[in-house]
């Protein structure tokens, strides 16, 4: 990229940002292509957008995404969908439209498996949110997602991550390799999570199986599922559940698989590994391992509550951001919007 100076004080801004919106590949969009040598596909660039354009449907996508919850929402961020493919920025309107179908809770099953084939991005610049193993592991399963678009994911992810591989193996410097791999790592641990799932779901209870042990393999190693006991010769004494709902999905997947291959007493050991301390998260893990419990004949496990006594504020005054002085005692029997901010 060429970067032009003006003077010494002004650098053509303008012009850098016209550059990277002219270079900026839209994802899931346009046709795809393999770079010289091989790699994952690469999607062709739009033509390059004036900053006037991108501005006007900054401001159209932004409305759209923050139009009132529900039926209103839905249809201006599926309009914008429909005239604007070539949008930069259209992550954050398919995020928008899938949150806005799952609160709405009355959404085609195949629809939304292609917005989220469309959300997805294998090395996506906006975070793990948005790679395909990571959209497997969420959506499909919960809300019984079509499995043939979850398989066309994993095969996304795994070629994103060869890719990256391959890349990798060119850096020079060994600390970024180094890192590099562990995050290539944890990669392949979700991956082969959400694909041992994948066949489970298809009952391919044995072919799971595998796929789910080589996964608990490589979340041990990672620190994504276990947490290992050694000596100080570095042997493996054994090796603790996290508690994390990576943790408690591998866990509740074996037990499932376990079961149904008639191996009772290794079912039993691997749904007792299953803790279940995010139930918002993956809310389909608590209803999951109490019906493998029942079928096993085993007692529920009961969720442990402890909460503190109630306990009275201590009267305290302060000035307020325009310099009023206030108390606690002035909010009392009112609705309060409380925000805590934490440092660490």
């Not at 259209?90 to 995020?95: G, P």
């Not at 493996?236 to 508690?243: A, D």
């Not at 803790?275 to 391992?289: C, M, S, T, W």
Request: with cysteine; net charge neutral.
């Amino acid at each position: 990229m060429r970067i032009i100076l003006l003077s010494r004080r002004c650098l053509a801004l303008p012009t850098l940002t016209l550059l990277f919106l002219a270079s900026f590949v839209p994802p899931g969009l346009a046709s795809e292509g393999r770079p010289p040598g091989g790699g994952s596909p690469r999607r062709q660039a739009p033509p390059p957008m004036s900053m006037e354009r991108w501005r006007e449907l900054k401001q159209e996508a932004e409305d759209a995404t923050e139009a009132p919850r529900g039926d209103e929402r839905i249809a201006r961020c599926e309009a914008f969908l429909s005239r604007h493919p070539d949008y930069p920025e259209l992550q954050f309107v398919l995020t928008s439209l899938v949150d806005a179908y799952l609160d709405k809770g009355d959404f085609d099953p195949a629809h939304m498996a292609s917005l989220l084939e469309r959300q997805s991005v294998a090395g996506s610049p906006y975070g793990p949110g948005e790679l395909p193993e990571f959209l497997v592991g969420r959506y499909y399963f919960k809300y019984k997602l079509p499995l043939s678009s979850a398989e066309r994911l994993l095969k996304k992810a795994w070629e994103g991550i060869a890719a990256d591989r391959r890349a990798l193996a060119k850096d020079t410097d060994p600390e970024r390799r180094k890192e590099g791999l562990l995050r290539l790592e944890k990669r392949e641990f979700m991956t082969d999570l959400a694909e041992g799932r994948v066949r489970l779901a298809r009952g391919n209870t044995s072919s799971a199986l595998g796929i789910l042990l080589q996964a608990e393999s490589l979340g041990n190693r990672t620190g994504q599922t276990g947490i290992q006991l050694r000596e100080a010769d570095g042997k493996l004494v054994r090796t603790l559940p996290r508690g994390s709902g990576q943790s408690d999905l591998l866990n509740l997947s074996m037990a499932t698989a376990y079961a149904r291959l008639g191996r009772r007493q290794e079912a039993e050991v691997r749904i007792g590994r299953v803790e279940d301390l995010i139930p918002g998260y993956y809310e389909e893990v608590g209803p999951a391992r109490d019906a493998l419990l029942a079928d096993l004949g085993l007692p529920l496990v009961e969720r442990q509550e402890i909460r503190a006594d109630p306990k009275p504020a201590p009267e305290f005054k302060f000035k307020d951001l325009q310099g009023k002085e206030v108390a606690l005692s002035d909010f009392r029997d009112q609705v309060v919007l409380a925000m805590f901010w934490a440092t660490w």
